[in-house]
């Protein structure tokens, strides 16, 4: 059973109008009112697929947690995971699978996709992924770009992902709110929309910010970028406190009039307020430190680094800090910022003990994350650093759960979580393996042996090669 | 045939200059690995190879080692030949964007209309990192091209060995590059329309150049300039590959009917997201296709068809499939073929993909790609299965030299690795 908890509202919103709803039946979400303002105002209408129990016998699994069971069983039942062990109870109407030599995982969570906001095929139609009109657009949010039928997500559940945060592009210092879904694509974006996430915001350190507002009226520096975090952060402190005032007004019985909503200051005062998380591309460890002194500066909490090319340079700063990062298993040279890219990167990360996450910021990268954590996790283990194997799923798993805010609901096989569950064909550190059989919610979403049961977008319907092995 | 001696002639002799300023005496065993030869020997479980003089001696069954060689222990591990990179911007990029100049992309220039007469071989610069970040991976040479041009062609390409060398270019104008899916069409006339109605006008042009004296003093009003027109007699020929990048099904049957008409023509295709739907059309045709097998989506509307099963449906057609297409990351080549592997193709046509089937159609199969006597010693000694993404190169040899397994990625690793903290950083020296 997972709650809805919907306490993304305004950040304005002061603690006692925060609703905690409780249900058992995974309803719609409700939108929130506070001070005058629906803080929800496109609910989630995601719903669990009706499913039989599962128990998988006889397998080896990664709990994402950093526990390995040989021979381990689970029951998947009411759409979250009942037991998990050596031994399960038996329940009479549950559908049995044998895992005999494969191996059982969390489903993976990426916390870094652009699907649906830049979808397959990559027209300029749908195109919707980065406003880039100005440097501070946090008043977008990507799920009002997001297009359901990108083919992308199918690839996706078949490489194992059950959760994935979709974000706004990067040319935009504050680019606007991520949204976190998950990977049951239907008609509607608020079908996908994982129940109780809270929103993260996108922004963007170097390079990109300045190559495209450079000639357009700035940033077109570095310094600049960093005036133009700290100049709307002051903004952002000023319509916080307008709108305490106004709270306090109203709690004190006196009459006043509500100042005027300002979208672009209502998701920065949800940062300051720590609603809404923080999610920065940075590439180089200078700019991280440095975005780290702001973060203190103005009292908020970065949450996740992306990219963060060169987070081994500061492995002890990322832990101090507890700041993750979301890297890539070997990208590196594509500007000068990935330069210093190095393939030990996650485990160095790791080893300093700081929270490394492996993300694609790919619709290919994506279908295969499973590969690009037993990379790293090689590579790592090639340069003396001995990392596990279930503690090198955390990569996938847990800590990205952790970044997203979604922990408390998945991310782990623990007892009462959702049944976001993969079976494996075999170890899923070999290029080998394949995502056999995926669990959403305790319902199977994917089946690589039966061919007619492939989920198959809009788009791909009535073209060529519809239905066919991707 | 005579066409293929002629080539490699000249790619002998490109390669003894290449290798001319190194020390290439020493006689090397490598002992016991498990030799995947990619040649009619097969793969030997406990083999072991005899190098001398740059070259492979011998690729013998057992572990007995004639005495006078240095032995390198293979046992347990896995032995391949050098892996060539097929489709790369080697030496010709850096860093990709906002940095400079990159060799890899041209401008608008009068010595070519067209973009045939463009040649990577004045611009392959050996000090690249990307080099010694590649080979420690296990790949010791590498077909270079432009990756846009914004003309019709994309210019002429060469391949390179990945030995450290002032010299690497070892077989210039190893082929042509044109472009005739989506983006080469957007780019010339906006419409297949317009693409094609060209490419078969210059053929024309070339057809007649041939038994014409194209030089300065003589009017040529051809579409190509007179360096393209020369550029594209050897490919009419067949002398030189064409590779022709190519993702729509009814694109790549405009080409087998080019092919129908200029017959001595040796297409490549390139790219290939639908190749499968004309495999048989293609092996009947003996075109080779070079893929990146992990590409299963629509980019646009000419790629509909792109699944994981390409390589694997391609190669039971009897297509000689090539796998490997990128320039900072062509080592992932291996993890790429080895999805092509999880997704049917058998792992011995993987390890050729990434060799042999290389070196035919650059015309350099005499030299590279397997482990034969005679060829180029270029070996790569692996932890293990080499398309595991967990196994990596060990010993890496080219043109018979060991290389140093370190680059500027494993110095940046060392230095943070083993960070002294009472000095800053740019102290420690790996």
Redesign the interface.
């Known amino acids: 059973m997972f709650k809805p908890n919907i306490k993304f509202g305004l950040a304005l919103a002061v603690s006692a109008a925060l609703l905690s709803a409780c249900s058992s039946d995974h309803e719609e979400q409700k939108s929130t009112i506070v001070a005058g303002i629906d803080t929800n105002p496109f609910p989630s209408t995601y719903k669990v697929i009706d499913s039989a129990p599962f128990i998988i016998t006889n397998v080896t699994i990664l709990d994402g947690i950093g526990g390995k069971i040989e021979d381990g069983e689970i029951l998947i039942q009411d759409g979250v995971i009942k037991e998990v062990g050596s031994s399960v109870s038996s329940v009479s109407d549950a559908i049995e699978i044998d895992g005999e030599g494969k191996w059982l995982t969390p489903g993976i969570i990426d916390n870094h996709s652009h699907l649906g906001v830049y979808p397959s095929p990559s027209t300029h139609s749908h195109s919707d992924g980065n406003e880039m009109t100005g440097p501070v657009t946090a008043e977008v949010w990507a799920e009002h770009s997001i297009w359901p039928q990108d083919p992308g997500f199918q690839r996706a559940l078949a490489g194992g992902v059950t959760s994935l945060q979709i974000l706004p592009g990067s040319a935009n210092l504050f680019g606007g709110r991520s949204v976190t879904v998950k990977n049951v694509p239907n008609r509607t974006m608020q079908d996908m929309k994982f129940p109780g996430a809270p929103y993260g915001i996108k922004m963007a350190c170097g390079e990109n910010p300045k190559r495209v507002y450079g000639q357009k009226g700035g940033p077109m520096t570095r310094m600049a970028n960093v005036a133009g975090y700290r100049s709307a952060w002051i903004d952002a402190q000023g319509y916080q406190k307008d709108w305490a005032d106004y709270q306090a007004d109203l709690d004190a019985g006196v009459s006043a009039t509500p100042p005027k909503r300002d979208l672009n200051l209502e998701t920065l005062a949800g940062v300051l307020n720590g609603e809404i998380l923080v999610h920065m591309h940075c590439y180089r460890a200078d700019e991280m430190t440095v975005m780290m002194d702001v973060m203190k500066e103005f009292d908020y909490k970065i949450g996740t680094f992306h990219h963060a090319v060169e987070a081994y340079k500061i492995g002890d700063k990322l832990a101090e800090n507890g700041v993750c990062s979301a890297m890539w298993a070997d990208w590196w040279g594509f500007k000068m910022e990935a330069y210093d890219g190095i393939k030990e990167n996650v485990a160095m990360v790791h080893a300093a003990k700081a929270c490394a996450i492996v993300h694609s910021d790919s619709d290919l990268g994506i279908q295969r994350l499973n590969q690009e954590a037993a990379k790293a996790w090689a590579d790592g283990k090639r340069a003396g650093i001995d990392i596990s194997q279930a503690d090198a799923w955390t990569w996938l798993s847990a800590n990205p759960a952790k970044s997203l805010g979604i922990f408390d609901k998945t991310g782990s096989l623990e007892e009462g979580k959702n049944a976001d569950v993969v079976l494996w064909s075999t170890d899923p550190f070999s290029t080998y393996a394949q995502a056999e059989k995926v669990f959403i919610d305790g319902a199977m979403v994917y089946d690589r042996s039966k061919p007619e049961s492939w989920p198959v977008s809009d788009f791909e319907l009535g073209q060529v090669a519809e239905g066919d092995a991707k | 045939m005579s066409l293929f001696k002629k080539v490699s002639i000249v790619s002998c002799m490109a390669l003894g200059l290449g290798m001319s300023a190194s020390s290439f005496a020493e006689k090397i065993a490598i002992v016991g690995g498990k030799v995947h030869t990619v040649s009619a020997a097969g793969v030997i479980e406990e083999g072991t190879v005899l190098i001398n003089e740059g070259r492979i001696q011998q690729v013998i069954e057992g572990t007995d080692v004639p005495s006078g060689y240095r032995e390198i222990d293979a046992r347990g591990k896995v032995v391949t030949p050098g892996f060539i990179g097929a489709y790369t911007s080697l030496g010709l990029e850096?860093?990709?964007?906002?940095?400079g100049v990159v060799d890899a992309r041209t401008n608008e220039h009068p010595v070519s209309s067209v973009g045939a007469a463009l040649d990577v071989q004045y611009a392959v610069n050996n000090d690249s990192t990307?080099i010694p970040i590649t080979r420690i991976e296990g790949f010791t040479s590498a077909a270079t091209a432009l990756s846009h041009t914004g003309q019709l062609f994309q210019g002429q390409g060469a391949v390179i060995s990945l030995a450290t060398s002032f010299d690497s270019v070892m077989k210039p104008k190893a082929f042509m590059q044109i472009d005739v899916s989506n983006s080469g069409a957007e780019d010339n006339g906006g419409s297949r329309a317009a693409m094609w109605v060209a490419i078969h006008t210059i053929f024309e042009e070339v057809t007649f150049a041939q038994s014409y004296s194209l030089n300065p003093s003589e009017d040529w009003e051809g579409i190509s300039s007179m360096a393209d027109a020369k550029a594209l007699i050897p490919v009419l020929k067949g002398e030189v590959p064409l590779l022709m990048k190519a993702d729509r099904?009814a694109d790549i049957a405009q080409i087998l009917k080019l092919k129908q008409q200029y017959s001595d023509l040796n297409i490549v295709l390139v790219h290939g997201l639908?190749a499968w739907?004309l495999a048989d059309e293609l092996a009947a045709q003996k075109i080779p296709v070079i893929v990146n097998p992990?590409?299963?989506?629509?980019?646009?509307?000419d790629?509909?068809?792109?699944?994981?099963?390409n390589a694997a449906r391609l190669h039971k057609a009897g297509v000689k499939v090539v796998i490997g297409m990128d320039t900072?990351?062509i080592?992932?080549a291996t993890?790429h073929t080895?999805?092509a592997?999880?997704?049917g193709l058998p792992h011995s046509a993987g390890i050729a993909a990434l060799s042999i089937n290389i070196a035919e159609i650059f015309g350099l199969d005499n030299e590279i790609g397997s482990l034969e006597p005679g060829k180029v010693a270029d070996v790569v000694i692996w932890s293990g299965d080499p398309?595991?993404?967990?196994?990596?190169a060990v010993n890496v040899i080219i043109q018979g030299e060991e290389v140093e397994m370190t680059s500027r990625?494993?110095k940046?690793?060392d230095r943070?690795?083993k960070r002294d903290e009472s000095v800053p950083?740019s102290y420690t020296r790996p």
Do not use: C, D, I
Not at chain 2, 94 to 99: C, G, I, R
Not at chain 2, 387 to 392: A, D, R, S, W, Y
């Open positions: 850096e860093v990709s964007m906002s940095a990307l099904a639908e739907r992990e590409y299963n989506l629509p980019g646009g509307f790629q509909l068809g792109a699944t994981l099963e900072h990351n080592r992932l993890q080895g999805n592997v999880a997704n398309l595991e993404v967990t196994q990596t990625q494993t940046l690793r943070y690795l950083v």
